[in-house]
Nanobody
Framework: QVQLVESGGGLVQAGGSLRLSCTASRSISSMRSGTWYRQAPGNQRELVANITWGGRTNYAEAVAGRFTFSRDNAKNTVYLQMNNLKPEDTAVYYC?????WGSGYWGQGIQVTVSS
C-alpha cells in the first residue's frame, strides 16, 4: 500500500502561481504513470494533467501552457506547477499514481482557490 500526501494548495489571486506536491510513502520509481485531477463544486472530477514514467505528458486544454507536471524520484514526489491561475481553476486537486500491477493510489485532495 502507498499513501500519498498532497501539499501546496491555498488561496491566490488571479494571475498568481502555486505548486502542488504529492509525496508518496515509498519509492515512486516503480510507478507507471501519474495524473492530477480536480473537482469543482457541482462538477465532475476532471483530468488536469497526466505523465508517464516514459516521459510523455498530456494536459487538459484549459490548463495547457500554464500548468506543468513533473516528478522527482529521489524525493518520491510529483508536482503540479500552476502559473497564471484563473478563478475557474478553483477546485479540489487530487493526485493519482498507478503502478504496473494495476493498483492506483490517491491523495486526500487539496483545495486551490483563485480569487478574481
Amino acid at each position: 500500500q502507498v499513501q500519498l500526501v498532497e501539499s501546496g494548495g491555498g488561496l491566490v489571486q488571479a494571475g498568481g502561481s502555486l505548486r502542488l506536491s504529492c509525496t508518496a510513502s515509498r519509492s515512486i520509481s516503480s510507478m507507471r504513470s501519474g495524473t492530477w485531477y480536480r473537482q469543482a463544486p457541482g462538477n465532475q472530477r476532471e483530468l488536469v494533467a497526466n505523465i508517464t514514467w516514459g516521459g510523455r505528458t498530456n494536459y487538459a486544454e484549459a490548463v495547457a501552457g500554464r500548468f506543468t507536471f513533473s516528478r522527482d524520484n529521489a524525493k518520491n514526489t510529483v508536482y503540479l506547477q500552476m502559473n497564471n491561475l484563473k478563478p475557474e481553476d478553483t477546485a479540489v486537486y487530487y493526485c493519482n499514481l498507478n503502478d504496473w500491477w494495476g493498483s492506483g493510489y490517491w491523495g486526500q485532495g487539496i483545495q486551490v482557490t483563485v480569487s478574481s
